[in-house]
């Protein structure tokens, strides 16, 4: 069966640091691509970070560029998204999802046909406040 499970997520001060997980199953991981996403309520989805099978070489957008790190345990089939300096403004739901393909994952704060992603997660409440 294949399955992304999120988890790590929940409600930190401002300053303050989380780290998510993304744990998959039932499809072969290091041939993928994983992104991780947000979706703040009212606002649209946006690519965060994503960082390829092959390589493992990470992209980020430019909102959490120097504050967040993704990295990949192919041993454990799992991506991790390492949250530092959370912001207010980083409250949402954080998803991961894996493609196949380069260039989504390259251009993953820009590239907004999310269907070209093909496996998405359920997602995990991140709540930055004090």
């Known amino acids: 069966q294949v399955q992304l499970a999120e988890s790590g997520g929940g409600l930190v001060q401002p300053g303050g640091f989380l780290r998510l997980s993304c744990a998959t199953s039932?499809?072969?991981?290091?041939?993928?691509?994983i992104g991780w996403f947000r979706q703040a309520p009212g606002k649209e989805r946006e690519g965060v970070s994503c960082?390829?099978?092959?390589?493992?070489?990470?992209y980020y957008a430019d909102s959490v560029k120097g504050r967040f790190t993704i990295s990949r345990d192919n041993a454990k089939n799992t991506v991790y998204l390492q949250m530092n300096s959370l912001e207010p403004e980083d409250t949402a739901v954080y998803y991961c999802?894996?493609?196949?393909?380069?260039?989504?994952?390259?251009?993953?704060?820009?590239?907004?046909?999310?269907?070209?992603?093909?496996?998405w997660g359920q997602g995990t409440q991140v709540t930055v406040s004090s």
């Open positions: 999802a894996a493609t196949m393909r380069f260039r989504p994952c390259q251009r993953v704060q820009y590239y907004k046909d999310y269907d070209l992603y093909e496996l």
């Open positions: 960082i390829t099978g092959s390589t493992s070489t990470a």
């Open positions: 039932g499809f072969t991981f290091e041939y993928y691509n």
